[in-house]
């Protein structure tokens, strides 16, 4: 079972700011690590998916990057409306494993 | 538009099983894949396990003792169903669609919550 070690927990950033998670992999994942955007009261949404790829819809300022074990996810110019809680997924092998989480709020 | 839409209950009580149901729309389960995952303050995010288009089925080995995934193409359902739930078993249940051409998931389920409790 690959694990997934995720930071920070929680992240206190100003509007504008460049945000930065990180995700760390126990095992070689090749690129197949995905990142969800959770706010209350609401299920994950994909932004991310493999191959570091930007899902249709999801505004530009959202990336990421990484290969093998070590994954960074960015948000360039935060946003008040960025506030909400992000998980890393490792879909390369079964059983698919996430992040612990970071808890994003505005400073 | 693709919709995946759960039906359940939100009370269990300790040792009795969870079903709940999960209709989709705007796509075919012959073609997607549907996982299960589950939320909980204590372990955060936990996948439980999927039923690929083909109707075969993987499991997380910490469930597979008390867990089953089944589905019926013709009306567009999947069936979920733990055995056996005790008190840290209390969380929200998803279902959520596998994407096209990776393993992730790429659309949510409203979500389950569910207790368990006497």
């Known amino acids: 079972e690959t694990t997934v070690t995720q930071s920070p927990a929680s992240l206190s950033m100003a509007i504008g700011e460049k945000v930065t998670i990180r995700c760390i992999t126990s095992t070689d994942i090749d690129d197949d690590m995905n990142w969800y955007q959770q706010k209350p009261g609401e299920p994950p949404k994909l932004l991310i998916s493999e191959g570091n790829t930007l899902r249709p819809g999801v505004p530009s300022r959202f990336s990421s990057s990484g290969y093998g074990t070590d994954f960074v996810f960015t948000i360039e110019n935060m946003l008040s409306e960025d506030v909400a809680d992000y998980y890393c997924?490792?879909?390369?092998?079964?059983?698919?494993?996430f992040g612990g989480g970071t808890k994003l709020e505005i400073k | 538009q693709v919709q995946l839409k759960q039906s359940g209950p939100g009370l269990v009580q300790p040792s009795q099983s969870l079903s709940i149901t999960c209709t989709v729309s705007g796509f075919s389960l012959t073609s997607y894949g549907v996982h299960w995952v589950r939320q909980s303050p204590g372990k955060g995010l936990e996948w439980l396990g999927v039923?690929?288009?083909?109707?075969?089925?993987d499991y997380n080995a910490a469930f597979i003792s008390r867990l089953s995934i089944s589905k019926d193409n013709s009306k567009s359902q999947v069936f979920f169903k733990m055995n056996s739930l005790q008190a840290n078993d209390t969380a929200i249940y998803y279902c959520a669609r596998r994407a096209y051409d990776y393993d992730a998931m790429d659309y949510w389920g409203q979500g389950t919550s569910v207790t368990v409790s006497s």
């Open positions: 997924l490792q879909s390369d092998n079964l059983p698919l494993t």
């Open positions: 039923i690929w288009s083909g109707g075969s089925t």
